[in-house]
């Protein structure tokens, strides 16, 4: 069983930055084999949308609507999956999720694919 604690969400005004950490743990030999890691977001009353994800080894896909803000890194030894975001815009406030599937992913930004899911973590950009 994977649990996944995301981490780092915060209020910060049009253009600013934030930074959002998910810890996973319980997932055995992290790393090994096929895996995704990803983020997503949810705005009230919107459907939950797929942010960036990354597969191994080393596949990476960003939504084009945060294309060039938004970074997806991971660090292995730490178990740790990150989401840098910057010049961060009213819209992008939603809940974002940490999620992660135990296969390798062509459609690595639809949520439904993915088994283990964080909690969430607030983020609101105010204008």
């Known amino acids: 069983q994977i649990q996944l604690v995301e981490s780092g969400g915060g209020s910060v005004q049009t253009g600013g930055s934030l930074t959002l950490s998910c810890q996973a743990s319980?997932?055995?030999?992290?790393?090994?084999?096929?895996?995704?890691l990803g983020w997503f977001r949810q705005a009230p009353g919107k459907e939950r949308e797929g942010v960036a994800a990354t597969c191994s080894p080393h596949t990476t896909t960003v939504a084009d609507s945060v294309k060039g803000r938004f970074t997806i890194s991971q660090d292995n030894a730490q178990n740790t999956l990150y989401l840098q975001m910057n010049n961060l815009k009213p819209e992008d406030t939603a809940m974002y999720y940490c999620?992660?599937?135990?296969?390798?992913?062509?459609?690595?930004?639809?949520?439904?694919?993915?088994?283990?899911w964080g909690q969430g973590t607030q983020v609101t950009v105010s204008s």
């Open positions: 319980g997932y055995g030999r992290y790393g090994q084999n096929d895996y995704c």
């Open positions: 999620a992660a599937a135990s296969e390798w992913l062509l459609l690595r930004l639809v949520p439904k694919f993915y088994k283990y």
